[in-house]
């Protein structure tokens, strides 16, 4: 059974970098799954931020894509996402994600990590 | 702004039957792709209850029924339990000529009354 856990700082400066990690444990990243970012603003919906292939292959949300940048580190088997020029509307708990395909049916979020809360403030 | 419209509150008393509706479009779920069904219990992530439009994953209750039809689709609830309080979310691919994404719906509480 993958798990995934979200890492990395809860407070950040308006107009910094937003950066979180995911590792995952309990397989390999370098499967023929996708590993995506999710946030969900306080007391609100969910919003899709991107997503990696272990090859590196990316694609991202276009309403966020010139902001943000997803990595993935195999040796390390995890994946990072980097925000950048934050703005309070960017305060959300962060959700990371494996994306697979069961029983050929795709687009499927089939494991999250328990999610962190990143706070936008000075 | 979410492309998958949902109500926002649906309640019911236990053991009777609630179903949560989610609308799209031609780009997303008129377009054929699937749509899945998460349920977020508070404080917690969210759960994939349903995938491929009606496919429950091993271990989700068959109370638990979905339907797509058109560029709609629906989650049922049968025999509501108080454990089902939660906020659900249904979720498709959306694809058109301002890119393409993976979108969610708006969310519905579920309240047992």
């Known amino acids: 059974q993958v798990q995934l856990q979200e890492s990395g700082p809860r407070l950040v400066k308006p107009s910094g970098t937003l950066s979180l990690t995911c590792g995952v444990s309990g397989g390999s990243i370098s499967t023929s799954d996708w590993w995506t970012w999710v946030r969900q603003p306080p007391g609100k919906g969910l919003e899709w931020i991107g997503e990696?292939?272990?090859?590196?292959?990316?694609n991202y949300n276009p309403s966020l894509r010139s902001r943000v940048t997803i990595s993935v580190d195999k040796s390390k088997n995890r994946f990072s996402v980097n925000l950048r020029s934050v703005t309070a509307a960017d305060t959300a708990v962060y959700y990371c994600?494996?994306?697979?395909?069961?029983?050929?049916?795709?687009?499927?979020?089939?494991?999250w990590g328990q999610g962190t809360l990143v706070t936008v403030s000075s | 702004q979410s492309v998958l419209t949902q109500p926002p509150s649906v309640s019911g008393a236990p053991g009777q039957r609630v179903t949560i509706s989610c609308t799209g479009s031609?780009?997303?779920?008129?377009?054929?792709?699937?749509v899945q069904w998460y349920q977020q219990l508070p404080g917690t992530a969210p759960k994939l209850l349903i995938y491929g439009n009606r496919n429950r994953p091993s271990g989700v209750p068959d109370r638990f029924s979905a339907s797509q039809a058109g560029t709609s689709a629906s989650l049922a609830i049968t025999g509501l339990q108080a454990e089902d309080e939660a906020d659900y979310y249904c979720?498709?691919?959306?694809?058109?000529?301002?890119?393409?994404?993976?979108?969610f719906g708006t969310g519905t509480k579920v309240t047992v009354l």
């Open positions: 994600a494996r994306l697979s395909c069961i029983g050929g049916l795709c687009y499927v979020f089939e494991s």
């Open positions: 031609s780009s997303n779920i008129g377009a054929g792709y699937d």
């Open positions: 979720q498709s691919y959306d694809s058109s000529l301002s890119g393409s994404s993976y979108v």
């Open positions: 990696i292939y272990h090859t590196g292959t990316t």
